[in-house]
């Protein structure tokens, strides 16, 4: 089973494009329609918390969720040339993960951007989210790899992947393949 991580605020393009790339099997998680608190930096989660964390809220089904994936695919929008606020509060409160158990230990984790501005536009925006993935893999130890980097067009006239490339259906098939791999 493989997770897919809607890290939006909004369930359009991310959520479009990993509704399309998840198999039956699989479980979409979108953070739009999830409570997740902020973490409180409290380090409770280091004395090895049944729960992970002291916070009761949406996010002790997303541990269990990643604990069980085989892989886990993120698409984040670019906000401020930076993954969204809301999946860097997600991954803030990945800390258990990191600290102890090492429970993302030899997964895999795979990010898709989507901005609004051109692939090349965007490109060096991309390379820092994919950096960014990397240097937190190192000390959780889990493989990231980069996938794509989208562009849904001007968000006043098109902001629509599906409608941006006219290849939209073959770009995902050839996701799905490498997400396989």
């Known amino acids: 089973m493989n997770l897919y991580l809607v890290g939006s605020n ?13 198999e039956k099997e699989d479980v ?5 329609d999830k409570s997740i608190n902020y973490c409180l930096g409290c ?6 918390l049944e ?40 991954i803030d409160r990945w800390n258990p993960y990191g600290s102890h158990e090492k429970l993302l230990k030899g997964k895999t ?3 898709i951007t989507v901005g609004q501005m051109s692939e ?8 820092s989210i994919k950096n960014y993935f990397e240097s937190i893999s190192e ?19 098109v902001d629509s992947v599906e ?8 770009v995902i098939e050839d996701l799905k393949v490498r997400i396989k791999q």
Do not use: W
């Not at 979409?28 to 739009?32: E, N, Q, W």
């Not at 409608?163 to 073959?170: E, I, L, M």
């Open 10 to 22: 909004r369930n359009q393009n991310c959520y479009t494009i990993l509704k399309d790339l998840k």
């Open 28 to 32: 979409l998680f979108s953070l739009a």
């Open 43 to 48: 380090s409770a989660c280091m004395n090895h």
């Open 51 to 90: 729960t992970c964390c002291v916070l009761e809220d949406d996010m002790q089904e997303l541990y269990q969720a990643m604990m069980q994936a085989d892989k886990i695919v993120i698409a984040t929008p670019i906000y401020m040339n930076h993954i969204s606020g809301i999946l860097k509060n997600v």
């Open 109 to 111: 984790i795979y990010i």
């Open 120 to 127: 090349e536009e965007n490109a060096e925006v991309a390379e």
């Open 139 to 157: 000390f959780m130890e889990f493989k990231t790899v980069f996938l794509k980097n989208f562009s849904s067009g001007d968000v006043e006239t």
């Open 163 to 170: 409608k941006f490339y006219p290849n939209y259906k073959q």
